[in-house]
């Protein structure tokens, strides 16, 4: 009886033990396929991003006065640029909770679209020098930036952000997708995503 007893007893601890290593064997091993989701997820969110192409024709005129303001000098150019530019995500700002005790990735917050960059083409037409009034680099600095600036007041009237913001849904779809793969769940329903763009002050 006593033996039958001891083996029982035996048993149960076995049982025991058994379960509290496999509890921690599965746990172990839902923090690991949590880390490699994460990376997976940033991997696949750097490749969003939205070219567009965009025009610009400025008439620039400058008038200078000169002799005591009796003599203006004036000088003037017509500016065509082509401009590229092109609108991404920085996914260092994106926010991700993991709970592998059941098997969930919560995405929280998903970036604004921002300029990556605008790359510009500026040709002059018609350029006209006053004789007191001559173009320096600073001028075509300045319209440079002047360039820059009105293409960027243009992006939100363009379609560029409803194409960035419907990628950035589609690639929550696949990362959804691949999240599964994995037996995990992605739950990004408290997600808002805004057609509006951030602009980078040193454009």
Same mark, same amino acid.
């Not at 379960?19 to 997820?41: A, D, G, H, W």
């Not at 008038?63 to 609108?87: E, P, Q, R, T």
């Not at 037996?183 to 602009?199: A, P, Q, S, T």
């Given at each position: 009886?006593?033996?039958?007893?001891?083996?029982?007893? #035996?048993?149960?601890?076995? #049982?025991?033990?058994?379960?509290?290593?496999?509890? %921690? *064997?599965?746990?172990?091993?839902?923090? $690991?396929?949590?880390?490699?989701?994460?990376?997976?997820? %940033?991997?696949?969110?750097?490749?969003?991003?939205?070219?567009?192409?965009?025009?610009?024709?400025?008439?620039? /005129?400058?008038?200078?006065?000169?002799?005591?303001?009796?003599?203006?000098?004036?000088?003037?150019?017509?500016?065509?640029?082509?401009?590229?530019?092109?609108? #991404?995500?920085?996914?260092?700002?994106? %926010?991700? !909770?993991? &709970?592998? +005790? &059941?098997?969930?990735?919560?995405? +929280?917050?998903?970036?604004?679209?921002?300029?990556?960059?605008?790359?510009?083409?500026? !040709?002059?037409?018609?350029?006209?020098?006053?004789? *007191?009034?001559? *173009?320096?680099?600073?001028?075509?600095?300045?319209?440079?930036?002047?360039?820059?600036?009105?293409? $960027?007041?243009?992006?939100?009237? @363009?379609?560029?952000?409803? @194409?960035?913001?419907?990628?950035?849904?589609?690639?929550?779809?696949?990362? +959804?997708?691949?999240?599964?793969?994995?037996?995990?769940?992605?739950?990004?329903?408290?997600? /808002?995503?805004? +057609?509006?763009?951030?602009?980078?002050?040193?454009?």
């Amino acid at each position: 009886m006593d033996f039958i007893l001891g083996v029982l007893i #035996g048993i149960l601890f076995l #049982g025991i033990v058994v379960l509290l290593f496999s509890k %921690r *064997f599965f746990k172990n091993k839902s923090e $690991e396929q949590s880390v490699v989701l994460l990376e997976k997820i %940033r991997n696949v969110s750097k490749m969003i991003t939205v070219e567009g192409d965009f025009s610009e024709i400025m008439h620039f /005129e400058d008038v200078k006065g000169v002799l005591l303001n009796l003599v203006n000098s004036k000088k003037k150019a017509i500016v065509l640029a082509n401009a590229k530019v092109l609108i #991404g995500f920085d996914m260092k700002k994106i %926010r991700l !909770q993991s &709970k592998p +005790e &059941k098997k969930k990735l919560i995405l +929280e917050h998903f970036p604004e679209p921002e300029i990556l960059s605008i790359e510009t083409d500026i !040709q002059y037409y018609d350029v006209k020098h006053g004789y *007191f009034n001559k *173009f320096a680099a600073k001028d075509l600095s300045d319209l440079n930036k002047k360039v820059k600036i009105n293409i $960027e007041n243009k992006i939100p009237e @363009s379609e560029l952000l409803v @194409s960035a913001t419907s990628k950035a849904l589609e690639t929550v779809k696949i990362i +959804e997708q691949m999240v599964s793969t994995f037996g995990w769940k992605l739950d990004y329903n408290g997600l /808002e995503f805004k +057609e509006k763009v951030k602009i980078e002050e040193k454009l």
